[in-house]
């Protein structure tokens, strides 16, 4: 027999032996044939295209907040200030950050917040929130007409940032909320705090998502007592802590260890870059590797910057961005990634911008 051609198309190879009718090619060790029937096209085009925005989304560092937080007033010359937000927002308006996925804080259900505070507590802070001016909490906790909303978005940024990142939408997230949460004990309010929001998270993790180890790791400058109280009988709960000492508010002790879950690494007035890292990598680093954390929450505190009015730790943006890609690197080992960060302080506005892009810029992994 001899060949009269071979053509060809973009689906299928053709052979047209003298004087017959063309026909596929059929690969015999195969078995199949170099087309595809149009369903089966289609059904492996769609799945593609899945494929492919799942794997777009799941590349994107998501940023949550809300036009609310602006509306927790506190009192003129108070350090938590809606100025605070809006330095941040105004250094992530920069055109380097134009990849983030922006998207608003919804609110919290109670019975979320519940995870973690009592029902009477939640209602008392609910009743707390004045129709008019501002009212003290506590000698350094104020509450103001917005302040309801704010704390129930706060937590709400929180959850659906774990959310996010539990179901693959997002590969992390920072949240830019306020009042901040760390402070606030399960059935007390302080250090401008109402709920704790990274442990609600965590809570959260664990009830929708079953995650089953699930870690918080505080870089601010003031312990978070909050956090360390709700967590302190749970051995799957890691608190991870480096913080000023003697400073409000006088707890975090390295011998406050709970059930053997909670790492504390106290700093003294004036330690800067070197004894942080030190604190991180020869303490709380390797105990929460040891942990194997499901995900990763972070209290972002950025009061330990050198410009910061309320401590005297000396650290500058740059030291923000090696923990947090330090955090990175465990959450790649353990957990695809997986992590959660919500502001806590900085009270010193440059200060407070320059290492909130140096945290937010290395979770983008630019």
């Avoid at 400058?221 to 802590?241: C, E, P, R």
């Avoid at 923990?323 to 992590?339: F, N, P, S, Y």
Wanted: glycine share 8%.
């Amino acid at each position: 027999m001899t060949i009269g051609q071979v053509s060809r198309n973009a689906n299928a190879v053709y052979s047209r032996p003298a004087g017959h009718t063309v026909s596929a090619l059929r690969y015999e060790a195969r078995d199949c044939r170099p087309t595809q029937d149009a369903e089966a096209f289609e059904s492996a085009r769609a799945e593609s295209e899945t494929l492919n925005e799942k794997a777009t989304i799941r590349l994107t560092t998501l940023y949550i907040s809300h036009p609310s937080f602006l509306d927790h007033e506190t009192p003129y010359g108070h350090p938590e200030r809606a100025d605070r937000l809006r330095a941040v927002e105004h250094m992530l308006s920069d055109e380097a950050f134009q990849m983030l996925a922006r998207d608003q804080a919804p609110k919290a259900e109670l019975e979320t917040i519940a995870l973690a505070h009592p029902e009477d507590y939640i209602d008392t802070i609910r009743k707390t929130a004045p129709s008019e001016g501002t009212v003290h909490v506590d000698a350094d906790t104020c509450m103001s007409p917005g302040s309801w909303e704010a704390s129930l978005r706060g937590v709400g940024a929180a959850v659906y940032a774990v959310d996010q990142v539990m179901t693959g939408k997002a590969a992390n997230a920072f949240c830019a909320t306020r009042p901040p949460g760390h402070h606030a004990e399960r059935g007390r309010a302080m250090g401008f705090c109402l709920f704790s929001n990274a442990a609600i998270a965590a809570m959260h993790a664990r009830a929708e998502h079953g995650a089953e180890r699930l870690a918080v790791v505080d870089f601010d400058v003031h312990h978070g007592n909050g956090t360390q109280d709700i967590f302190w009988h749970d051995a799957d709960l890691f608190y991870g802590s480096s913080h000023e000492m003697p400073l409000f508010p006088g707890t975090g002790a390295a011998n406050e260890t709970g059930k053997g879950n909670i790492i504390n690494a106290p700093l003294h007035a004036g330690d800067g870059s070197d004894a942080f890292r030190a604190a991180w990598d020869e303490r709380i680093l390797p105990a929460l590797d040891a942990h194997s954390p499901d995900l990763i929450i972070i209290s972002a505190g950025f009061d330990a910057h050198f410009r910061d009015p309320l401590a005297n730790i000396q650290l500058t943006h740059q030291d923000f961005a090696w923990i947090t890609q330090r955090l990175m690197d465990v959450a790649d080992k353990h957990c695809e990634g997986r992590m959660v960060s919500i502001l806590e302080g900085g009270y010193d506005l440059q200060g407070l911008a320059a290492s909130a892009a140096a945290h937010v810029s290395t979770l983008m992994r630019v």
